[in-house]
Every structure is written in structure tokens, then in C-alpha cells.
């Protein structure tokens, strides 16, 4: 009886297993061929040629110095509190 139960058991399982792998076999479908864009041709090489007298790039102008900002004046209790009521969440 309990090599009966044992063998009943295993072509359960392997019924299980061959249903599922039927119900989940998806046929593999290639991927349509994506066409390569036409290459596109080089200018002539006069047509290319860059300038021969480049314009000199416009002087940078200065960065006015930054200045410190003040210190600040307010308690280490006042900075650790917000300045307006709203709460974020």
C-alpha cells in the first residue's frame, strides 16, 4: 500500500509538472529585422574645409569677486527652527 501511495504520488507530480509546463510554453517569435538607414554621404572636401582664419573667442570677462556673506546673528536655537509653519510630511 505504501508503494502504491509512492507511485500515485509521482505521476501526480509529474502530470503537474508536464501541465505546467504545457500552459506556460510560450512559442519563440523572432523579432521583425530593423533596416540599417541609408548612409549618408560626405561633403566635398572643399565644401569641408574649414576656415583657415578662425575669429579669436571674445574675451572672457572678469567675475566680480564675491563677497562674504554677513555672519549669522541668530541663536543656535532660532537656526534649528523653521521659518514658516508648514510641515512636509
Not at 506556460?24 to 560626405?42: D, H, K
Request: aromatic residues 4%; charged residues 20%; hydrophobic residues 45%.
Amino acid at each position: 500500500m505504501n508503494r502504491s501511495m509512492l507511485n500515485r504520488l509521482l505521476i501526480g507530480a509529474a502530470l503537474a509538472a508536464s501541465g505546467f509546463l504545457a500552459a506556460c510554453e510560450q512559442p519563440y517569435s523572432e523579432p521583425a529585422p530593423v533596416e540599417a538607414p541609408a548612409p549618408v554621404e560626405a561633403p566635398a572636401a572643399e565644401d569641408a574645409a574649414a576656415p583657415t582664419v578662425a575669429e579669436a573667442p571674445a574675451p572672457a570677462e572678469t567675475a566680480a569677486p564675491v563677497e562674504a556673506l554677513p555672519p549669522d546673528q541668530r541663536s543656535s536655537e532660532e537656526t534649528v527652527q523653521p521659518e514658516s509653519d508648514t510641515l512636509f510630511y
